[in-house]
């Protein structure tokens, strides 16, 4: 068959619901993860980690372990192949965890000092608990606090500064008729996706093959070409689907090992890790301290703004929780100051976690607008109206679009706030207090070069070919759409292929930047496409292919403060006898862009509030002061919110394209946490009449 675009019918499959591709796969166990594909000869080697927070390791007695059954290899500092650790990283400078085995110094509890290989998971696993390793151990520091020692603002990243500063912020302080000043505390919190990370890596004529866990296996693949000083195109990582990432599915040690491993042992070698072990492995959510100054006239405008927000990074690598970023696009004022510092300290690098930076961020800024909305005698919402900028505080830059007070007044609607009496603990029902919390909610719109491919195939059929991640978002059947409406067709006649690094460059599922990016090679792909298909002509048997690479139109991309914006909603229920918090129900709604698949987009909204909540009542890593590590480092131990904790959550948008994105897409990953915590907080408080300024709010706090 022959096809043309004049045979083409035309698709509108955008913005219209769809089930996932894969969804039939996974629900019957047919999608294979990357723990559980099968290879001949297959190896499996298990992590040895440290169990001192710091020093050095002096002797790692493989011996008694090789002879066990089925061991073949023990991999450690004395013995491993040397790697490169000097490369530009694809997310800024490499991560030293990657570079696995290569000296005997151990920052911190949980640093891969050996990996065992066996013949089974299980004699892997036996020798590697029986692994002794001897330390010469070191005093060691991990205690995180307000102001502690060794504090310090980092340098500006090329795209984001570590500090801001305008105007006179004492003088205005002083001037205000009305000041909220309060710290607020987030705790160390964990990303712990429901498939643990895992990677295979064989050696196949020549190439390096890896079947990986992760959000972008283009950056994965040439991360490890530069590790492992090899041409980029003799990498090959596919992640074909991912049991959920958050940011802590970038290139991490798994892949390297199982790498190191099949390179070692001319054989297929797979590494899985623990749920334990990541904990301390993979990255996670620094701890946060936050000072918030509010300064305003006795109407609720703002004078004086003041964020400053400190946070921890390990002494190997600096990671800084930018929550002082949230307030830059949000709230103007004469006098306006944020900074992020950050303190080394004995603990594992944390990393990107949902909404890194504006989750914590806004918890203490969203909380402290609602002091300050108290304190003047104003409606919360009023408030954020009243102080509603026309273009960036910081910046001065326009924005793409601003939908912010749409959200407030679509959700105030549905969410009934117009009833709502603001004086505090004055609902009661028996033993539960009852109250209503909002919150503002944004985050960055972005968007990263990409390359992407489509092909005509001569059945009349597309290929699209991206190295796109699904982490569980569904990612892949909003690109499917995308590329449905690009080529005019029916989705029905897309074939979507991705999260293979052999096809080219692309943005990974992260920074909410993904479906976005990959959007726009596609339309990009398929504008190319169309236009050979044109010019008439059969399709020979092996198709037509049009590729695209953003690169030039992303970065000609104007000058704006893009962001998604959204509204939060929270009703608890505060038991006055245990101290326990319920929350009741919630409501968001977004200005986010185009929505793609109101299916999968409204589940990405609703999973990040069930998250905000989480960490609003529930989420909280103990780190022990004297081990250096975590105790309860694991499911069981690590509280989260479960099903029974989770009330009918509501999420809706406003419409909101993006006006120069050529989908009219913002990116929707991360604002549905963003706020919700503080809706909650805001919602116990006026409940109770007490405020809670640390998280989480655990029974203990309450009473
Ligand atoms: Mo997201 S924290 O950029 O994976």
Redesign the pocket.
């Known amino acids: 068959m022959t096809t043309t675009t004049e045979n083409l019918a035309v698709a509108g499959a955008v913005g219209a619901a769809h089930t996932r591709l894969e969804g039939r796969d996974k629900v019957t166990g047919t999608a294979r993860f990357a723990g559980e594909v099968p290879f001949a000869e297959l190896a499996h080697g298990w992590l040895v980690l440290s169990t001192i927070a710091r020093g050095r390791i002096r002797s790692v007695e493989s011996a008694p372990v090789l002879a066990l059954p089925g061991v073949l290899a023990v991999l450690h500092h004395d013995n491993a192949p040397r790697v490169n650790g000097d490369y530009p990283g694809p997310l800024g400078p490499p991560d030293p965890i990657l570079q696995v085995f290569q000296h005997d110094r151990v920052p911190h509890v949980g640093w891969p000092v050996a990996l065992v290989v066996a013949e089974t998971p299980e004699q892997a696993r036996e020798a590697a608990e029986r692994l002794v390793v001897r330390y010469d151990e070191e005093p060691h520091d991990v205690a995180f606090s307000a102001g502690r020692p060794g504090m310090y603002t980092p340098e500006n990243s090329p795209t984001v500064a570590a500090e801001t500063a305008k105007g006179d912020l004492d003088a205005e302080l002083t001037a205000s008729a009305v000041v909220v000043d309060a710290e607020y505390t987030t705790p160390e919190e964990h990303h712990s996706p429901l498939e643990p990370h895992a990677a295979m890596a064989r050696w196949d004529n020549g190439r390096l093959e890896v079947v990986d866990s992760n959000?972008g296996s283009r950056f994965v693949a040439e991360e490890l070409a530069q590790l492992f000083s090899l041409d980029p195109g003799s990498v090959r990582v596919r992640s074909e689907h991912v049991g959920g990432?958050?940011?802590s599915k970038a290139t991490r040690p798994h892949a390297v090992l199982a790498a190191m491993a099949a390179t070692v042992l001319h054989r297929p070698v797979r590494v899985v890790l623990t749920r334990r072990q990541m904990f301390s492995v993979v990255g996670y959510r620094s701890p946060t301290v936050q000072r918030v100054r509010l300064g305003a006239d006795a109407d609720g405008r703002l004078r004086a703004f003041d964020h400053q927000a400190e946070s921890l990074t390990s002494t190997v690598y600096e990671f800084v929780e930018r929550s002082a970023n949230f307030g830059r696009p949000m709230y103007d004022a004469a006098a306006h100051h944020t900074v992020n510092r950050v303190v080394p300290l004995d603990v594992p690098t944390p990393t990107?976690?949902?909404?890194?930076g504006e989750a914590p961020g806004s918890f203490a800024l969203e909380s402290a607008l609602d002091e300050l909305a108290e304190k003047c005698g104003m409606d919360p919402i009023e408030l954020r109206a009243r102080n509603e900028p026309d273009v960036g505080p910081v910046s001065g830059l326009p924005f793409s679009s601003r939908r912010m007070l749409a959200c407030f007044h679509e959700g105030a609607r549905r969410f009934g706030w117009a009833d709502r009496d603001p004086r505090p603990g004055t609902r009661r029902e028996g033993r539960w207090l009852l109250g209503t919390g909002t919150a503002a909610a944004t985050f960055p719109s972005g968007v990263a070069p990409s390359t992407a491919a489509v092909t005509a195939e001569a059945d009349g059929t597309f290929t699209v070919r991206i190295t796109a991640a699904d982490i569980g978002t569904g990612a892949r059947t909003a690109l499917a759409l995308i590329a449905a409406d690009a080529l005019e067709v029916a989705p029905e006649r897309i074939h979507i292929k991705i999260a293979d690094s052999d096809f080219g460059p692309a943005m990974i599922?992260?920074?909410?930047m993904g479906t976005r990016s990959w959007a726009w090679a596609i339309t990009a792909a398929a504008r190319e496409l169309r236009e050979q298909l044109a010019l008439g002509g059969s399709i020979p048997p092996q198709g037509i292919t049009a590729r695209a690479d953003t690169g030039e139109a992303v970065r000609a991309l104007a000058k704006k403060e893009r962001h998604s914006f959204g509204a939060q909603f929270a009703e608890v229920a505060v038991d006055v006898t245990s101290g326990e918090v319920r929350v009741r129900r919630m409501l968001g709604i977004f200005a986010a862009g185009r929505i793609v698949n109101p299916l999968t987009a409204r589940s990405q909204f609703i999973g990040g509030m069930t998250w905000g909540l989480s960490m609003a009542l529930h989420e909280e890593a103990a780190r022990d002061q004297a081990s250096g590590g975590h105790v309860g480092a694991d499911l069981a131990g690590y509280h989260f919110a479960a099903h029974a904790d989770v009330p009918p959550i509501e999420a809706d948008w406003v419409d909101d394209p993006d006006p120069d994105d050529p989908v009219g897409i913002k990116g929707i990953?991360?604002v549905g946490i963003v706020g919700a915590a503080a809706a909650i907080a805001n919602a116990v408080w006026h409940a109770t009449g007490v405020r809670h300024r640390h998280l989480p709010i655990r029974p203990d706090r309450v009473l």
Not at 352 to 356: C, E, G, Q
Not at 509 to 512: K, L, P, V
């Open positions: 959000q990432g958050f940011g990107w976690m949902r909404a890194p599922a992260g920074g909410s990953g991360e």
